[in-house]
């Protein structure tokens, strides 16, 4: 693992977004279902999600970026898009098959791809900003910088991350299993339901369901330990 410089289309990045100071990014079930429906809006359009978990002063993903022709098709700005994706359109709109609503798109030769995903981040942060700011009439800033980092492609680094990931709520004390967890897509790989990733593809990194969990078995004396962090 590495730390990025930029964004390269196919390759796989672990994003950490955390709140600034002690901030709560989350207070409870709602603000996290806002969160996600904003993952969908402005991730899915950009990249695919492999994995995440969301607490309640950080989130956790595992992206993957698109490949360039559809980059090239999005704003510069994705605070241009009204309506986002849901996992299970991601192959028809790799494809050509489902399009977002745009108001305006880059040339060929307009603009940079690292730009485009760089937006794609702050696009989520921003609006989810609004929507707790709107909800707790609050102000000043709520988030941290993000931290990303490049997973090496086809490397052990991928399932640690996944693991690393699916054990977080863990390893801070919050339950006992990965699958407590209501905001995590551990479960929705295990029951291969979600409106986020695409649990199928997930499971392709893998050679089984029964391999996925118990890799992440074997991961959890590693990733379990719990921190001297407290959540509230």
């Known amino acids: ?26 207070k409870d079930s709602l603000d996290k279902s806002a969160f996600l429906h904003r993952i969908c809006r402005f991730i899915l359009p950009c990249a695919e999600v492999i994995s995440y978990v969301l607490l309640s002063n950080h989130v956790h993903l595992l992206i993957r970026p698109h490949p360039e022709a559809i980059l090239r098709k999005l704003p510069l700005q994705l ?42 981040i702050r696009g989520l942060k921003i609006s989810y900003k609004c929507w707790y700011n709107n909800r707790y009439q609050a102000s000043g800033t709520l988030w941290a910088r993000s931290r990303v980092t490049l997973m090496l492609p086809n490397s052990e680094d991928i399932y640690r991350t996944i693991a690393y990931i699916h054990h977080n709520p863990v390893h801070h004390g919050l339950v ?12 929705e790989i295990i029951w291969s339901k979600s409106e986020v990733i695409r649990p199928t593809e997930v499971l392709k990194l893998y050679s089984s369901l029964e391999d996925f969990i118990e890799f992440h078995q074997e991961a959890k004396p590693i990733f379990a330990k719990k921190t001297k962090n407290n959540l509230r």
């Not at 994003?15 to 600034?20: F, H, S, T």
């Not at 494809?95 to 995903?117: A, F, M, R, T, W």
């Not at 006992?176 to 479960?187: A, C, H, L, V």
């Open 1 to 26: 693992m590495k730390k990025q410089d930029e964004f390269i289309p196919g390759q796989y990045y672990h994003v950490i977004m955390k709140a600034n100071h002690q901030d709560v990014l989350f």
């Open 79 to 120: 605070h241009e898009i009204s309506h986002g994706l849901t996992a299970t359109q991601l192959e028809d709109y790799r494809l050509g098959k489902v399009e977002i609503s745009l108001s305006k798109y880059l040339s060929p030769h307009q603009g940079h791809l690292n730009d485009l995903l760089v937006s794609c």
């Open 176 to 187: 006992k299993e990965p699958g407590d967890w209501q905001f995590s897509s551990y479960t």
